[in-house]
Every structure is written in structure tokens, then in C-alpha cells.
């Protein structure tokens, strides 16, 4: 994390508007024939202001999501009676 903050403090210039940047973290689980993805969103804001590097997180929608899907495919496979899914 300090190494991006770094980069992102040499980056921003010294006037104008702040930058801003979405960490998004993703989590997939599989429970054989549905699958649940779960995200979590960080929006950060990096800004120069008396020529002194600021950051900080602001809030972004959603924050978090989960979305539960499932594969055709397995479904099929599942009414073929094949079970090496």
C-alpha cells in the first residue's frame, strides 16, 4: 500500500483537479452448481494542497456487492446424472 501511494503522490499534479482512484477487491467462491462473487469498492482521492501530497478515501456506490450465479452447463450435467463437476 505504501508503494502505491508513493506512485500515486508522484503523479498528481501540483494544480488542478485531485485524482481519483477505485481499488475494487473481488472474492469467488464455488459451492458446485452456484457461484457467489463478492466486491468490495475503495474510491481514493489524491490531491496537492500547499504543495503537500493529501489522500484519503471518499465515498463510492455500491460500496460492496454480491452477486450469486449459476452454470447452465452444470445444471445439465447435473440432471445427465454426471457428477464430475
Known amino acids: 500500500m505504501q508503494n502505491f501511494l508513493a506512485a500515486a503522490s508522484q503523479g498528481t499534479p501540483l ?3 485531485p485524482t481519483f482512484v477505485l ?6 467462491e464455488s459451492f458446485g452448481l452456484f457461484f457467489i462473487n ?3 469498492n475503495i ?3 489524491f490531491m496537492r494542497s500547499d ?3 493529501v489522500d484519503f478515501a471518499t465515498d463510492v456506490y455500491p460500496e460492496q456487492a454480491v452477486h ?3 452454470s ?5 450435467w447435473l440432471f445427465l446424472g454426471w457428477s464430475a463437476f
Open 23 to 28: 481499488l475494487q477487491f473481488e472474492t469467488d
Open 68 to 70: 450469486i450465479t449459476t
Open 15 to 17: 494544480a488542478g483537479r
Open 51 to 53: 504543495n503537500e501530497f
Open 38 to 40: 463478492s466486491e468490495e
Open 72 to 76: 447452465l452447463d452444470k445444471i445439465c
Open 43 to 45: 474510491l481514493l482521492c
